[in-house]
């Protein structure tokens, strides 16, 4: 478990599949989550337990799917996750999603994220981490800068929400820039 002052990140497991089935059928949290219109219909519980059995499977040498919990409460509200990880390169791609709106804004995915990299620079010594967003989350944006992130290109209108075209916005974190961070604020 990754402990924080707001959030704490624990392994997935199993009985998680409940709330993510909730999340997933949501259209607001569809919609900031994964940056574009639930067209797809609703999930079904198959289609969740199955994506849940790939999950638990997952080697963290490659991937983690974590539950993001709420450190007051302790409910699950919301997922984080890692991907893509080249040990060789030293290279993640990191997500987050709080599917718990009434956690919206109050720094929780903010947290759950910096727990994240610091786990994934710290036990990994990964290099650099990586996320992207479209450029219609603007508090996924500020989240993303305020964690040192930097905006290091745009898929223009690669993105259709709402109707509307959107850029996917990526952002990089170097090492470097993470232990600066770090630094300054008199974490380890």
């Given at each position: ?127 650099r981490l990586e996320l992207d967003t479209w450029s219609g989350n603007e508090r996924a944006v500020r989240c ?45």
């Amino acid at each position: 478990m990754i402990e924080g002052r707001l959030t704490r990140l624990r392994a997935l497991r199993s009985e998680d599949a409940a709330h993510h089935l909730r999340w997933r059928n949501d259209p607001e949290v569809v919609r900031w989550a994964a940056a574009g219109d639930p067209c797809f219909g609703p999930v079904t519980a198959e289609a969740v337990a199955l994506a849940f059995d790939t999950m638990l499977r997952l080697s963290p040498r490659e991937s983690a799917v974590f539950t993001v919990e709420d450190a007051a409460g302790g409910g699950a509200i919301g997922m984080a996750d890692y991907r893509d990880l080249d040990p060789y390169a030293g290279v993640a791609t990191l997500g987050v999603t709080i599917g718990e709106k009434e956690f919206w804004g109050r720094g929780h995915g903010s947290e759950a994220l910096r727990l994240l990299m610091d786990h994934l620079f710290g036990a990994y010594g990964l290099h650099r981490l990586e996320l992207d967003t479209w450029s219609g989350n603007e508090r996924a944006v500020r989240c993303f800068l305020g964690l040192g992130f930097r905006e290091e290109g745009r898929r223009r209108a690669a993105v259709l929400t709402d109707g509307r075209r959107h850029d996917r916005v990526l952002f990089g974190i170097l090492r470097e820039e993470w232990a600066g961070l770090a630094a300054a604020t008199g974490r380890p």
